[in-house]
């Protein structure tokens, strides 16, 4: 497992934008599989973006459709981090945004991109946007 720590988050008002940054511990950071998940009051977990490494390519990159367009997953393997650009945001992307990581990725991305096969977590950060 790798240690998490989400950072980034505030409070902006809509329409605005916000980079989370995720950093990690660990010497094979590239690669793991990165995805964020956010948690809204009263809702259940949703999953974000996912980032993973490629040998066909720079890399794999999936995001959730209320979110498509409008963030951008990214990662710096120098530098054990992950970001999480997000532009035109909406009152309703209000949630504590979590950072996740698995050392499998295939298998992560063949399930599904599942909360549940994130075998690492952050304490998350929370981001709130006002109308």
């Known amino acids: 497992q790798v240690q998490l720590v989400e950072s980034g988050g505030g409070l902006v008002q809509a329409g605005g934008s916000l980079r989370l940054s995720c950093a990690a511990s660990g010497r094979t950071f590239s690669t793991y599989i990165i995805g964020w998940f956010r948690q809204a009051p009263g809702k259940e977990r949703e999953f974000v973006a996912a980032?993973?490494?490629?040998?066909?390519?720079?890399?794999?990159?999936y995001y959730g459709d209320s979110v498509k367009g409008r963030f951008t997953i990214s990662r710096d393997n120098a530098r054990n981090t992950v970001y999480l650009q997000m532009n035109s945001l909406k009152p309703e992307d209000t949630a504590v945004y979590y950072c996740a990581a698995d050392r499998e990725p295939l298998t992560v991305m063949l399930k599904g991109l599942r909360e549940a096969d994130f075998d690492s977590w952050g304490p998350g950060t929370q981001v709130i946007v006002s109308s």
């Open positions: 980032s993973a490494a490629s040998i066909w390519s720079d890399g794999i990159t």
